[in-house]
């Protein structure tokens, strides 16, 4: 908690101080700082972190260990979810690298709307960490899905419709919420 705290007393002075001197070099630099931070506490996270970070390494490992085939067709996991698992498991058979390819799929898709679209770099930030960050702690999949929507969103804004309807069929894969969006 004191970390988080501390995080966002740097994303609120570090940040106003980017503002006031109006240069946009500064200003990426800090949003950068503020997400490479983000990825690496979400990513290198224990097992003990967060309600459910045990059960999101307990799949992993049923997945790496079983593969696809043996698990139950009805389940409540995301075919696209657990697709991903058995991807990951293949290429390195550590539940950690779920939770950090998950993290960095959130900060990348949060960092690029931010960047793309926000005309307050420090606030973004702030209500990113203070509402969102903390949350995909326990979370990862729903806001994973909704940063991959980020992404459709913009394909869909450069009129790229093959790749939007990819992109939002492989967030929908992800987790069924993102097809609200």
Request: contains cysteine; aromatic residues 14%; hydrophobic residues 55%.
């Amino acid at each position: 908690m004191v970390t988080l705290t501390l995080y966002m007393a740097y994303i609120a002075i570090i940040g106003c101080l980017a503002e006031v001197s109006n240069s946009d070099l500064a200003r990426k630099a800090y949003l950068k700082s503020v997400f490479i931070f983000a990825f690496l506490y979400s990513a290198l996270r224990g097992p003990s972190v967060g309600i459910d970070t045990i059960q999101y390494n307990r799949i992993f490992s049923n997945i790496a260990e079983n593969g696809l085939a043996v698990l139950p067709r009805n389940t409540e996991m995301e075919k696209g979810y657990m697709f991903l698992c058995w991807l990951l498991s293949k290429v390195i058979n550590n539940p950690q690298i779920i939770i950090a390819v998950t993290s960095g799929v959130i900060c990348l898709g949060f960092y690029t709307i931010i960047k793309e679209y926000s005309e307050d770099y420090m606030l973004s930030s702030l209500i990113f960490v203070a509402t969102v960050f903390t949350v995909t702690l326990n979370v990862a999949r729903q806001y994973m899905a909704l940063a991959i929507v980020f992404f459709a969103m913009k394909s869909a804004f450069q009129k790229e419709k093959i790749k939007t309807i990819i992109l939002l069929a492989l967030a929908v894969s992800i987790h069924y919420s993102a097809a609200i969006f």
